[in-house]
């Protein structure tokens, strides 16, 4: 089955920025739209954004518009999550997920392949 890994994740101060990464293996991502959510201790996971199968429409909470962007290349069979100005409620950890239909939701049950996550954590 589809397998993704998230990569990218680490220590950052406010008002910095990372590149997360979820890879995808065994199958190409061509014909999933692909989801970021995020879990913070303590928290139910919320959706951050999610980008449909060909990469023509995004989503995106409202706590991340204006300083998340996700982006897709489908020939490296991998999804980017761009994140500028971060602060630390941002702070989670950060999940990718696919689902095989073209357009995407933030709604998490929707989605059925997951990653294992990769640690985002912002702080001075």
């Known amino acids: 089955q589809l397998q993704l890994v998230e990569s990218g994740g680490g220590l950052v101060q406010p008002g910095g920025s990372l590149r997360l990464s979820c890879a995808a293996s065994?199958?190409?991502?061509?014909?999933?739209?692909i989801g970021w959510f995020r879990q913070a201790p303590g928290k139910e996971r919320e959706g951050v954004s999610c980008?449909?199968?060909?990469?023509?429409?995004?989503n995106y909470a409202g706590s991340v518009e204006g300083r998340f962007t996700i982006s897709r290349d489908n020939a490296k069979n991998t999804v980017y999550l761009q994140m500028n100005s971060l602060k630390p409620e941002d702070t989670a950890v950060y999940y990718c997920?696919?689902?095989?239909?073209?357009?995407?939701?933030?709604?998490?049950?929707?989605?059925?392949?997951w990653g294992q996550g990769t640690q985002v954590t912002v702080s001075s």
């Open positions: 980008i449909s199968s060909n990469g023509g429409s995004t």
């Open positions: 065994r199958f190409r991502l061509n014909y999933y739209a």
């Open positions: 997920a696919a689902r095989m239909t073209s357009t995407c939701t933030l709604a998490a049950d929707l989605y059925r392949f």
